[in-house]
T-cell receptor, first 111, second 114 residues
């Protein structure tokens, strides 16, 4: 089983739609969670951290479910500019910040 | 503005040649990382360094070497021993030992074989 798993997609959604991605992780000792956005042929950029109580940033909402070991990202009112690959990132505790990246979920917002 | 600068943006390597990718950061981060990304795949860790003059192998270190002589700089050399070097190389930095701190990335170097 992969340490971090994501549905690769692509998710093709119309503008204005709400879309949600899930990401599962296998290590119950995982401490911190993030969502990154990666545009085609560009570097990953931090979208948002994921807090235990859930958090929201504009149209984006992140949730953490430790019992089931998954995190989610909800995008409301999708824009064309949201088209990208969304990477789930899991950090584990330790002297070395062990970071595991998911392979990403591709989102395509259609006019 | 603080950030991570990678150069060059595009690099071509001839057979049997070593090439060095530059990574410089002014974020005052102690930890730096090198990743490789192949098409349709996730990021794979090549090397990391938590502090100056110290570095450790990641998951795919064979055929690569690094140095960390300065806090700001973490160059990666792709040696001729790396038989499949064509990939997108990403450098990152973070505050070490704090798992709640995200990594910040440079804009990457694309390496191709001539």
């Amino acid at each position: 089983r992969k340490e971090v798993e994501q549905d690769p997609g692509p998710f093709n959604v119309p503008e204005g739609a709400t879309v949600a991605f899930n990401c599962t992780y296998s290590n119950s000792a995982s401490q911190s969670f993030f969502w990154y956005r990666q545009d085609c042929r560009k570097e990953p950029k931090l979208l948002m951290s994921v807090y235990s109580s859930g958090n929201e940033d504009g149209r984006f909402t992140a949730q953490l479910n430790r019992a089931s070991q998954y995190i989610s990202l909800l995008i409301r009112d999708s824009k064309l500019s949201d088209s990208a690959t969304y990477l789930c990132v899991v950090n584990q505790k330790g002297g070395y910040q062990k970071v595991t990246f998911g392979t990403g979920t591709k989102l395509q917002v259609i006019p | 503005d603080g950030g991570i600068t990678q150069s060059p943006k595009y690099l071509f390597r001839k057979e049997g040649q070593n090439v060095t990718l530059s990574c410089e950061q002014n974020l005052n981060h102690d930890a730096m990382y090198w990743y490789r990304q192949d098409p349709g795949q996730g990021l794979r860790l090549i090397y990391y360094s938590q502090i100056v003059n110290d570095f450790q192998k990641g998951d795919i270190a064979e055929g690569y070497s690094v140095s960390r002589e300065k806090k700001e700089s973490f160059p990666l050399t792709v040696t001729s021993a790396q038989k499949n070097p064509t990939a997108f190389y990403l450098c990152a930095s973070s505050v070490p030992g704090q798992s709640n701190q995200p990594q910040h990335f440079g804009d990457g170097t694309r390496l191709s074989i001539l």
